[in-house]
């Protein structure tokens, strides 16, 4: 098709740091002429992630030039650049999904499967393959291995579990509530704890003893990590992908278990290390698992684009229980 330069559209865009509700404007806006090498897709849904609102804060100011569109996940149709014209694909590897038309490198384009729906598709990237890399990359999970996965009546954290069964380890589960217990036991853990986010108190009680666990799949942080780390057997993984708390993992959780394999797990680095060809054959184990529903995402609402501030302050009351969308071709 032929696209019109002249034509205005729609955007969000961060002129500068802060909480999301304050910093994202829509604007419109003339998409650019196409560079060499370059696709023009118009995008369907868009996903708000929790990496978003953390961008838009800017703790990766260092890394994020100011203005720029937000948002990493999303799916869209090929309108201009190749034969691929038609095809609906993930424009992957920068930001810039929150906007009707996302111009992306070709090499960063990748075609989904006719069988994913438009927002099965628009949420299978971020959490399903963090989730699964650091399963199949960073603990290299193998039949009969035991597992602790923190969080684990989070999105990602119900997917962690579904998919290492899948693979044939054992899981616990550790939540903060009771009330979150029904939604975890879907996802059948071998064992479910309840574990209240401790915050900075400090412990009167020796700390528990070394555990049995092969490995501990942590987005909580803080002293909650230290809790975590006595169930680890001696000379077992602690892969840390986040601070739900706002605390960091404090220093003495190194000197009470130096023993442990501790690792930080960045899916932005893996991606821009690993290139294209390997993050190709992962979405290939990936978009099956969605099928099937070890990687699904429950949709808790869908805004379109000139909606975006409500879908930000739903996001920023920590109301939902599953993921915002945004379509971007309202």
């Not at 971020?126 to 699964?132: C, E, G, K, L």
């Not at 805004?303 to 009351?317: C, R, T």
């Amino acid at each position: 098709m032929e696209f019109t330069t002249g034509k205005s559209h729609l955007r969000a865009v961060v002129r500068h740091f802060g909480p999301a509700i304050e910093s994202v404007q829509l604007e419109s806006y003339a998409p650019a002429l196409l560079k060499v090498g370059e696709l023009r897709v118009k995008m369907q849904f868009s996903t708000i992630n929790p990496s978003d609102l953390i961008t838009i804060s800017g703790a990766y100011s260092s890394r994020t030039p100011l203005p720029f569109v937000p948002g990493f996940e999303g799916v869209g149709i090929v309108e201009a650049g190749s034969e691929l014209v038609g095809q609906r694909v993930l424009p992957l590897g920068s930001a810039g999904a929150w906007q009707q038309y996302k111009h992306c490198d070709a090499n960063w384009c990748f075609a989904v499967p006719d069988w994913l729906t438009d927002e099965q598709a628009a949420t299978c990237y971020v959490n399903p393959m963090t989730a699964w890399l650091m399963l199949t990359e960073a603990l290299a999970a193998a039949p009969g291995m035991k597992i602790v996965v923190s969080a684990a009546n989070s999105t990602i954290g119900l997917m962690l579990i579904r998919m290492a069964k899948r693979l044939g380890l054992t899981v616990t589960a550790i939540v903060r509530h009771a009330g979150a217990e029904n939604v975890v036991d879907n996802a059948e853990p071998d064992e479910l704890l309840i574990l209240p986010h401790t915050g900075n108190t400090t412990y009167s009680n020796p700390l528990p003893l070394i555990g049995d666990a092969d490995a501990v799949l942590d987005c909580v942080g803080g002293k909650t990590a230290m809790k975590l780390a006595g169930m680890v057997r001696q000379g077992g993984k602690f892969i840390s992908y986040g601070l739900l708390s706002g605390d960091p993992i404090p220093a003495s959780f190194w000197r009470y278990r130096p023993d442990i394999r501790f690792s930080y797990f960045h899916l932005r680095q893996w991606v821009h290390t690993a290139g294209r060809d390997a993050l190709a054959a992962k979405l290939n184990e990936i978009f099956p698992l969605i099928r099937d529903g070890i990687a699904s995402s429950r949709i808790a609402g869908i805004f379109p684009l000139n909606e975006l501030p409500a879908a930000l302050s739903v996001m920023s009351q920590n109301s939902s229980q599953g993921k915002i969308l945004i379509h971007c071709d309202r």
